[in-house]
């Protein structure tokens, strides 16, 4: 069955999302990074706190009171074989960027999307650590907030339903997406590209991905794109936020989940941007749950943005291969 996004209040859901991306936000500056008592899920660089699980908890209590009928998929709770539906769904990272928590590296976020029919619907992502909010909602825009990390949060962001009224800011009161002005998009030797480490760290991903990254890496004369630089920072969902504002120009990464980019791609596609498949098939739509993932970011009139995916595409070395 199909569900019509235009039934639904997005702008009061996206509200409710911001309210509770922000108490969230305080659940996790104010904890201490306690591993749970496996400390790691798949492998040792596979990390899980205690404040993954709890906030996690926190989020679903929250959605599940508002919203009862809708379905809710998230990283601490999804079973091996849950798939996304077509129903309205909450897709949800508590903490993205575990490994940066842990380490205390201040890039971390909140990851709450919305998806109906599979499509990525509203989106919200909050590093709590910096105040930095993003929220968009398709069809209408994304925008950048900076958030005093400071406010009573008990009063200011109430998620109370008796009036559906919530003190966030409004969804178009920040800074539209993206921050840079569009252009016109050059060749790869001008960008910096956002890539991930992940936590699976041999056999053919491992060897695409490492063979991949000497490649962009690599002078010219050698056969290499000769990029500006890479960058690996710790989540997919702010990096996603980065490549919508223009700060990151490309993000590609195989083995995050629907939930590290359900959110993050609202706000990028809004801003102008394109997810595309990681691997060089020349796929240019992709379900949210696909795994392996290109992001570029907006360009003027989208000049120059499908060369550029082709220009990365043909310095892909070899294929990646994760089951969604
Ligand atoms: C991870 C982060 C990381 C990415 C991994 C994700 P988590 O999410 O987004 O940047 O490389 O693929 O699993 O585990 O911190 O929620």
Redesign the pocket.
């Known amino acids: 069955m199909s569900t019509f996004a235009g039934d639904i209040d997005l702008g009061l859901l996206r509200d409710r999302l911001v309210a509770i991306a922000l108490r969230a936000g305080r659940m996790i500056t104010s904890a201490k990074p306690t591993t749970t008592s496996s400390g790691t899920k798949k492998n040792s660089a ?3 706190t205690e404040t ?1 699980q709890a906030v996690e908890a926190y989020i679903s209590s929250e959605l599940g009171t508002l919203y009862p009928d809708f379905a809710f998929m998230g ?1 601490e709770t999804y079973v091996p074989g849950q798939k996304l539906g077509n129903e309205p769904t909450f897709v949800v ?9 842990v380490h205390r590296f201040p890039y ?1 976020s909140v ?1 709450l999307g919305f998806a109906v029919n599979k499509v990525p619907t509203v989106g919200v992502v909050y590093n709590p650590f910096t105040g930095r909010l993003y929220s968009g909602i398709k069809g209408r825009g994304s925008f950048v907030f900076d958030i005093d990390k400071q406010q009573p949060l008990d009063e200011k962001t109430r998620t109370d339903t008796t009036d559906g009224q919530v003190q966030v800011p409004r969804e178009d009161e920040g800074t539209k997406l993206p921050v840079k002005e569009l252009a016109p998009l050059g060749g790869l030797d001008e960008c910096v590209v956002a890539i ?4 699976d760290r041999g056999g053919q991903n491992w060897k695409t991905k490492t063979d991949t990254w000497a490649r962009l890496g690599r002078r010219k004369e050698d056969g290499g794109a000769m990029v500006h630089s890479a960058r ?6 702010l ?1 996603l936020c980065g490549v919508a504002e223009g700060v990151l120009d490309l993000y590609w ?1 195989g ?3 629907a ?2 980019v359900c959110a993050g791609w609202v706000i990028l596609t809004e801003a102008g941007g394109l997810v595309v498949d990681g691997n060089p098939s020349g796929v240019w739509e992709i379900p949210v749950d696909h795994r392996k993932y290109l992001a570029v970011k907006g360009a003027k009139d989208g000049e120059g943005q499908k060369e550029l995916v082709n220009e990365f595409w043909g310095y892909i070395e070899g294929e990646m291969i994760y089951e969604h």
Request: glycine residues 12%; aromatic residues 12%.
């Open positions: 596979d990390l899980v993954d990283e990272d508590p903490i993205d960027g575990t490994t940066n928590f971390v990851s991930e480490f992940g936590s690996a920072l710790g989540s997919a969902a990096n990464e083995g995050c989940w939930w590290d």
